[in-house]
């Protein structure tokens, strides 16, 4: 299993702004995503992040407005750029392991709640 | 493309209630089925797959069986507790790529003594 750890845990910004958040794993991972979850509504993934590599992104989503970092086997950052309201959510980043079921599953952070206003 | 509904909550049960939380799916292919569970404060965690027709997942009492006919995964435990208080996610995962989760809405369940 992982530990994972997400700062901020909770923000209110104002329009305009831009947030990062941070990702950090106990254990050295290949490969981390991140997840948007909007109110009412579920997960949705924003891009996979491979350490070394340009990060990927789903439909719907660019890198001008979600760029990733990955320095790191055990960090990542996710910042959301020129925030509009549209943008208040829970964000989650995730790793892939090796878990108790005896093959690759997705452990999660708690998650970061962004407010914009 | 792929889909999950999930059964849409709150749910309120009384400690050893039954509990049924439904989900289906649409997925082109053989989907690997997954719960997911979020306890308050807590990250989500995986709480049992099935990665193949008629599998069962389980763990801690709850099980879910991968129904191919009737595209299900229906979430069950016998008797709840207090402690079972969360947000359970169906999600699937397509054939090809192992890693893309698909998720369903969340069902909050809350269990009162």
């Known amino acids: 299993s992982a530990v994972i750890s997400q700062k901020p845990s909770r923000d209110i910004c104002q329009r305009g702004t831009s947030l990062t958040i941070q990702c950090q794993v106990d254990?050295?991972?290949?490969?981390m995503f991140w997840y948007r979850q909007q109110p009412g509504q579920s997960l949705t993934l924003i891009a996979t992040?491979?350490?070394?590599?340009?990060?990927?992104?789903e439909s719907g989503f660019v890198i001008d407005k979600f760029p990733i970092s990955r320095p790191n086997l055990t960090f990542s950052t996710l910042t959301v750029s020129n925030m509009s309201p549209e943008d208040s959510s829970i964000y989650l980043c995730?790793?892939?392991?090796?878990?108790?079921?005896?093959?690759?599953?997705?452990?999660f952070g708690p998650g970061t709640r962004l407010t914009v206003l | 493309g792929d889909s999950v509904t999930q059964m849409e909550g709150p749910v309120t049960l009384s400690e050893e209630a039954f509990l049924t939380i439904n989900c289906t799916y649409t997925a082109t292919g053989y989907p690997s089925l997954f719960w997911y569970v979020q306890y308050p404060g807590e990250g989500l965690q995986l709480l049992l797959k099935?990665?193949?027709a008629d599998d069962k997942g389980s763990n801690k009492g709850f099980e879910a069986t991968y129904r191919k006919e009737t595209t299900s995964f229906h979430l069950e435990k016998g008797s709840v507790q207090v402690s079972d208080s969360a947000v359970y996610f169906c999600a699937l995962s397509d054939a090809g790529n192992n890693r893309k989760l698909i998720w369903g809405l969340g069902t909050s369940l809350a269990v009162n003594p």
């Open positions: 995730s790793v892939e392991l090796w878990g108790a079921w005896g093959n690759n599953e997705q452990f």
């Open positions: 254990s050295q991972v290949t490969m």
């Open positions: 992040a491979n350490q070394g590599s340009e990060a990927t992104y």
């Open positions: 099935a990665t193949k």
